[in-house]
């Protein structure tokens, strides 16, 4: 069960980080009807929103202090590194209007809420489940605030179909019809250093996944889906140099669709792994790289997912 916090209540949701923008939105869209009124705010354009049917307002870093004059309860989405979301549970505080904050993940979850040496919380913390709950109270979040909440984009994505067929979307790709593709949607490794922590980035991930393929002579195409967050370009430019035509680059891109129509979905650990075994796609995982499996922050879930620990596993679930 989700529980309803906005019941009968002037609402602000407020998010920046893509995946954040998904739980905020899908809560906010299960429960918009019993609400007095929903506004969100937005420093990030996302072409994607639509498909919550909820109105989004772009705002700048330097916002009004008076968007929340008429709030009962605030909503956020949880950025990490830090973005507009703390700014807006500072001035919630400062207005002591009721705030929520949304984690959509088992990592990293002191430092949403952390500025230098400071700590912002707000009245509750909701976790996904209770290896969350677990992380959290090792971080030392006060287990007074944290409520465990399923991500809400999960109750969504389980209702979810797509808007085009295949065709159409094919076109949109500027790929024949008759092909099938790959999709691989990595974590940026590489701008945020995760590459110290777990041994690799999203280039070796990709080396590994060629090279499986040129062996198998695998004439599918793989579609290569940059993390939102990912504006180093490193990966684009390193897909560039190859010159293979059986490889695409993608940034800005519909994600539901591309899962939904790939022949599988391949990654670590990123929130595209749980979305696309919901969406009942085959879902890989390349741990063959992880030096420390303890590390895999997924380990715990129960979802169909095709975890890979050698070459020849990888082969096999793209054969």
């Known amino acids: 069960m989700i529980k309803n916090f906005i019941e009968n209540k002037n609402v602000i949701g407020v998010f920046s980080d893509p995946a954040g923008a998904k739980s905020v939105l899908a809560y906010l869209s299960i429960f918009k009807n019993s609400a007095k009124k929903i506004t969100t705010f937005t420093n990030k354009i996302n072409r994607n929103y ?34 507009i979301e703390l700014k807006f549970i500072k001035l919630a505080k400062s207005k002591n209007i009721f705030s929520l904050s949304i984690v959509d993940h088992w990592t990293n979850l002191k430092k949403r809420f952390s500025e230098r040496d400071k700590v912002f919380f707000p009245d509750i913390i909701t976790v996904i489940d209770k290896e969350a709950e677990k992380a ?38 500027n790929i024949n019809y008759n092909n099938n593709y790959l999709l691989y949607s990595p974590e940026p490794f590489i701008k945020f250093e995760l590459n110290k922590k777990y041994g690799f980035d999203e280039i070796d ?15 599918k195409i793989l579609i290569i889906k940059s993390h939102p967050n990912d504006d180093t370009l490193k990966l684009k430019k390193f897909i560039e140099s190859l010159e293979n035509p059986k490889l695409l680059f993608l940034k800005d891109f519909d994600m539901n669709h591309l899962i939904y129509y790939s022949k599988a979905n391949i990654g670590f650990f990123s ?17 063959t790289l992880l030096k420390n499996l303890e590390l895999d922050p997924l380990k715990h879930l129960k979802f169909k997912f095709n975890n890979v620990y050698s070459v020849n ?7």
């Open 50 to 83: 639509d498909q919550f049917d909820l109105k989004i307002n772009y705002i700048t870093e330097n916002f009004s202090g008076n968007l929340l004059d008429e709030a009962d309860i605030l909503i956020t989405g949880t950025s990490y590194p830090l973005n």
């Open 136 to 173: 959290a109270l090792i971080d030392g979040i006060p287990e007074n605030i944290i409520h465990i909440l399923e991500n809400p984009y999960y109750h969504f994505l389980a209702n979810w179909k797509p808007k085009i067929d295949r065709k159409e979307f094919f076109e949109k790709l």
């Open 205 to 219: 991930g990709l080396k590994m996944i060629i090279k499986s393929l040129s062996n198998l002579k695998s004439n």
């Open 313 to 319: 596993e990888l082969s096999k679930n793209l054969s």
């Open 271 to 287: 929130n595209s792994m749980i979305e696309s075994s919901l969406l009942g796609v085959k879902t890989i995982r390349l741990l």
